[in-house]
Antibody, heavy 120, light 111 residues
Framework: QLQLQESGPGLVKPSETLSLTCTVS??????????WGWIRQSPGKGLEWIGSVYYSGNTYYNASLKSRVTISVDTSKNQFSLMLSSVTAADTAVYYC????????????WGQGTLVTVSS | QSALTQPASVSGSPGQSITISCTGT?????????VSWYQHHPGKAPKLMIYEVSNRPSGVSNRFSGSKSGNTASLTISGLQAEDEADYYCSSYTSGTTPWVFGGGTKLTVL
């Protein structure tokens, strides 16, 4: 069964760049049938879609975060990554990576999530 | 504040049925049949339970069902079991500035 696992620093200083990687197991990230994305949940708040990447490198971002977000894919490692620049305390959240079927509006596999705290 | 509104908590006894609501607008829930529901046990990966309002992925118990009326979608769990105790989130496609929005989550307690 497909598995997604987030990894990266759990603590980031304000104004710095948050960097996370999602490793995909038991499935190929190069399948053209899926998009690979990031979703976060801030403390006490609901989920927020951050953005997605296709295996070709095409990206789609939440308009409210677009100026600070970069999502990239490394098909050779079966991984995709998130970079969020100029972070503030408001970016403290559990970050999930997730798979979305192309042409469908659902996220069928998720990682367990990783907590990233923005603090000096 | 979340785009979609869910009750913070619901509870029920084993064997009973419960319903969780998810209220949006005509730009999301009411405008598209693209509502999905996710079950989240803390510390584990969220799991897709319902998609496109009322469809169950393979492997999801038929005790879980979804529906929609106007701008409100609902998830019903029948024959409650202890293992159903979890957080539940709804999501919808939207014509807004981001393609998908989520609810704030509902904590289900099985008494």
């Amino acid at each position: 069964q497909l598995q997604l696992q987030e990894s990266g620093p759990g603590l980031v200083k304000p104004s710095e760049t948050l960097s996370l990687t999602c490793t995909v197991s038991d499935g190929s990230i190069s399948s053209g049938a899926y998009y690979w994305g990031w979703i976060r949940q801030s403390p006490g708040k609901g989920l927020e879609w951050i953005g997605s990447v296709y295996y070709s490198g095409n990206t789609y971002y939440n308009a409210s975060l677009k100026s600070r977000v970069t999502i990239s894919v490394d098909t050779s490692k079966n991984q995709f990554s998130l970079m969020l620049s100029s972070v503030t305390a408001a970016d403290t959240a559990v970050y999930y990576c997730a798979r979305r079927r192309s042409g469908r509006n659902l996220f069928d596999y998720w990682g367990q999530g990783t907590l990233v705290t923005v603090s000096s | 504040q979340s785009a979609l509104t869910q009750p913070a908590s619901v509870s029920g006894s084993p064997g009973q049925s419960i319903t969780i609501s998810c209220t949006g607008t005509s730009s999301d829930v009411g405008g598209y049949n693209y509502v999905s529901w996710y079950q989240h046990h803390p510390g584990k990966a969220p799991k897709l339970m319902i998609y496109e309002v009322s469809n169950r992925p393979s492997g999801v118990s038929n005790r879980f069902s979804g529906s929609k009326s106007g701008n409100t979608a609902s998830l019903t769990i029948s024959g409650l079991q202890a293992e159903d105790e979890a957080d539940y989130y709804c999501s919808s496609y939207t014509s807004g500035t981001t393609p998908w929005v989520f609810g704030g989550g509902t904590k289900l307690t099985v008494l």
